[in-house]
T-cell receptor, first 112, second 113 residues
């Protein structure tokens, strides 16, 4: 079965600095990969997803992620952090649409 | 504007009582899901349903029950058999197919004392 590991439960960056949130997956078949964002006491919102095709995926709010099959990774980046980016971020993997598996989450703090 | 509603936002119950969490969607999605979220553990799948009158257990179904009598509705009952029911519960829906994203509701925070 597929699984996801998010490295770092808590990441702290300064406003304007690069954001890098790490995600590694395990899957025996080509995976579909997702990043979601969650603000306190709210549901999750899709940031971006990779299905097939271009390995560099652009999402909302200036985020992007690159699918690297050789490294089984799907790290999330943003060139310049904004205070409004503070939230919890979840990486997820699915093979079929009924078995999406989520990582434990990474809480991003942005310092002024 | 389509979306998913979950009610109530906060729910308090005494130990030993069953409680039902509501989830309604007007997105015309075929599939619906219930996840449980605990700090540091991500989201874990409780139940999912691909069509009306059919549903399957997820990874942590014990102590929970669901029904899917209408396409729009997928209520979750937390029974007294659930050993540790205090958590944040998220309902989601999606269209059918592979590689599709989930659309989430705002969640219900259940506290059992």
């Amino acid at each position: 079965a597929q699984s996801v590991t998010q490295l770092g439960s808590h990441v702290s960056v300064s406003e304007g600095a690069l954001v890098l949130l790490r995600c590694n997956y395990s899957s025996s078949v080509p995976p579909y990969l997702f990043w979601y964002v969650q603000y306190p006491n709210q549901g999750l919102q899709l940031l971006l997803k990779y299905t097939t095709g271009a390995t560099l995926v652009k999402g909302i709010n200036g985020f992007e992620a690159e699918f690297k099959k050789s490294e089984t990774s799907f790290h999330l980046t943003k060139p310049s952090a904004h205070m409004s980016d503070a939230a919890e971020y979840f990486c997820a993997v699915s093979v079929n649409n009924n078995d999406m598996r989520f990582g434990a989450g990474t809480r991003l703090t942005v310092k002024p | 504007d389509g979306g998913i509603t979950q009610s109530p936002k906060y729910l308090f119950r005494k130990e030993g009582q069953n409680v039902t969490l509501s989830c309604e969607q007007n997105l015309n999605h075929d599939a619906m899901y219930w996840y449980r979220q605990d700090p540091g553990q991500g989201l874990r799948l409780i139940y999912y349903s691909q069509i009306v009158n059919d549903f399957q257990k997820g990874d942590i179904a014990e102590g929970y029950s669901v029904s899917r009598e209408k396409k729009e509705s997928f209520p979750l009952t937390v029974t007294s058999a659930q050993k540790n029911p205090t958590a944040f519960y998220l309902c989601a829906s999606s269209i059918s197919g592979q590689g599709v994203e989930l659309r989430f509701g705002p969640g219900t925070r259940l506290t059992v004392t």
